[in-house]
């Protein structure tokens, strides 16, 4: 005997109209759930979030720009989620390993419902997604990362490796400094460090994680530490074995 | 490793035929009312058998002088000094094996066989020597060809395979369900769109099984597929995707590989156009240059886009298809930029 609850909120990421159209037909037969947008890529999809606040994500992986992956990445766990795919191997895996909701096209409204239905109760138990475990098992290792997404509110900036210029430390945050401008990101230094190119991107510093193709001179600064000077004129610290992996690099 | 060393049947063989050398020289050099055959025959045979291990370094001999490279008065020096060195070392070995057996009381005349035939048997270990060099430059020709055979052969089935890919890369799964699920999508909304769309994936599938199966076919029917495709895909990406063709009149009784601009059409949209947010224009080019067909896919992509190593797969197989069959004479060529991305096929011009 369930009460009358709430409607459940839902949002559609997906760049094909046609597939968009399909769920709003399914769902408008559901008096349980409203669609509240639309979105055709992962930068409204952020949007729609940051504003909406929505219950449920029906989330399509392959997007431009940014894909399902990276869209989960930037919103956390703060939505439930049902993944949208038509065949990607790697997802597939990545889904059945964290037991996570997802949805074949073409699928019909039975399908859809029972998913739904799991939704429901996984927003009852306030059960969230392990998003890094998730994406991390969903993408084949390709190499070092080629861009830095940073979430801005509702807004995404897409950072490209070969424009940052440095990284700097800030308690449960990273700073990116690329063209001048400072971008804001909730990561670790450590963990940022690990997804860009070692070859290029040297931890000078407890705090600071430098490109060295920005680098223009070291010079001695007191007695026992010295100073990076980068292209620009901008001076970073350098520890004692920050220099030494430095060094060890060029 | 020396070939007859790597088989035991070959050293068999190789030995065996010592082993008769051994008793003709016996026969050679027993007299009447001098040594018997039996006497010959237990002072040279042995020494024979270890000559034959000795002439097995032949080998090396052929191996630093391989017949092509060479000239004939290096190969001479070479081949002649080792054997005079080789037939040298024959001969003191058998004196000294003669020595030896001079303590048994049947044998004790050895010695001066060897003070007598000296110069006949230096002589004959020299032949043996270049005969058994001659040898091994046979076998070591008969297997190198052999290699070569399972070379082209192994070529042969690389060639085979890389098009067996293409083809079974074909129909890409991840489009089929697309397909489909537009279909699902327009039966609600507009159900002769959905037809339509059924209709066209239907003809798509059809053709490309049908040309598939074929090695050549006239251009224009490939042209017809890679429309058909384009088609289909403007039925899912709707306005985010525009077609632009530019084909010269004429270019379609040109024969060329079967699905060979399909695989690059398809990369365009998946790799190019649906990348992008508002999408762009695929423009499909094909011209009669002079001596052959050019045809060019051209697609806007996203300057932004993440660099995958898997984007390379389908042009390579186009690649290797174009080298199996035409070898140097067909060219592929690929232009990018940050925000384009062009492929040119070259082919010889070939009538029907």
Redesign the interface.
């Given at each position: 005997m369930s009460e009358q609850t709430t409607k459940i909120r839902a949002v559609i990421v997906d760049?094909?109209?046609?597939?968009r159209?399909?769920l709003r037909?399914f769902l408008a037969g559901r008096p349980d759930v409203e669609v509240v947008a639309e979105c055709?890529?992962g930068?409204e999809a952020v949007r729609a979030v940051t504003e909406l606040k929505p219950d449920l994500l029906f989330l399509d992986i392959?997007m431009?720009?940014l894909d399902g992956f990276e869209v989960l990445e930037l919103i956390g766990s703060e939505v439930a989620v049902i993944f949208v795919t038509?065949?990607?191997e790697f997802a597939l895996r990545a889904f059945e390993v964290h037991a996570v909701d997802y949805l074949?096209?073409?699928?019909?409204a039975e399908r859809l419902a029972e998913s739904l239905d799991r939704a429901k109760s996984r927003l009852g138990r306030r059960a969230s997604l392990p998003v890094k475990a998730l994406v991390s098992t969903a993408r084949p290792k390709?190499?070092p990362a080629?861009?830095v997404l940073v979430r801005d509110g509702p807004r995404v900036h897409?950072v490209?490796v070969d424009k940052l210029d440095y990284v700097q430390a800030q308690d449960d945050y990273v700073c990116l400094h690329s063209e001048g401008k400072a971008f804001l990101k909730e990561q670790t230094l450590a963990e940022l460090e690990t997804t860009l190119d070692p070859g290029r991107f040297v931890r000078i510093h407890r705090s600071y994680l430098l490109n060295v193709e920005r680098l223009a001179r070291v010079e001695p600064y007191g007695k026992d530490s010295r100073v990076a000077i980068l292209a620009d004129g901008t001076r970073l610290p350098v520890s004692r074995s920050g220099y030494a992996r430095l060094s060890e690099l060029l | 490793m020396n070939p007859f060393l790597a088989r035991g049947d070959r050293l068999g063989l190789y030995l065996a035929s010592w082993l008769a050398v051994g008793g003709l020289l016996a026969s050679a050099v027993a007299r009447p009312g001098g040594f018997t055959w039996g006497q010959a025959l237990v002072v040279l045979v042995p020494v024979t058998l270890v000559y034959g291990f000795v002439c097995l370094s032949s080998w090396y001999v052929c191996r630093a002088t391989p017949l092509r490279a060479r000239s004939g008065s290096s190969l001479l020096t070479n081949i002649g000094g080792a054997s005079i060195v080789a037939s040298g070392f024959w001969l003191l070995l058998g004196q000294g094996w003669a020595r030896l057996l001079s303590g048994v009381p049947a044998l004790d005349a050895a010695p001066a066989l060897y003070a007598r035939d000296r110069v006949l048997l230096f002589t004959v270990g020299v032949l043996l020597y270049v005969l058994a060099t001659a040898v091994h430059y046979t076998v070591i020709a008969v297997e190198q060809s052999r290699a070569a055979e399972r070379r082209a052969l192994e070529l042969q089935l690389l060639a085979r395979e890389a098009e067996l890919k293409t083809l079974r890369a074909q129909i890409d799964?991840?489009f089929l369900?697309?397909c489909?699920?537009?279909?699902?999508?327009?039966t609600?909304?507009d159900p002769a769109a959905a037809r339509r769309m059924c209709l066209l994936l239907g003809e798509f599938l059809r053709t490309s099984v049908k040309l598939g199966a074929q090695d050549r076919i006239p251009f224009s029917e490939e042209l017809a597929l890679a429309e058909r495709y384009l088609e289909i895909e403007r039925?899912?990406?709707?306005p985010r995707l525009t077609i632009d063709r530019v084909v010269e009149d004429g270019v379609g009784a040109c024969a060329v590989p079967a699905l060979l601009l399909q695989p690059l059409v398809e990369n365009a949209v998946t790799h190019g156009v649906?990348?992008?947010?508002d999408g762009g224009t695929v423009r499909l080019e094909a011209r009669r240059t002079d001596g052959g067909l050019t045809v060019a896919v051209e697609n806007r992509c996203?300057p932004?886009r993440?660099?995958?190593?898997r984007t390379g797969v389908g042009l390579q197989n186009v690649r290797k298809r174009l080298a199996a069959q035409y070898g140097g004479e067909a060219a592929l060529r690929v232009d990018e930029s940050a925000e384009r991305f062009r492929v040119e096929l070259r082919l010889p011009w070939a009538g029907e």
């Open positions: 760049d094909e109209e046609l597939a159209s399909v037909e055709a890529n930068f392959q431009p720009k038509a065949y990607d074949l096209k073409p699928f019909g390709e190499g080629q861009r897409v490209p | 799964p991840h369900f697309n489909l699920h537009s279909i699902s999508a327009l609600g909304s039925v899912r990406f709707g649906s990348h992008l947010v996203d932004d993440p660099k995958r190593p």
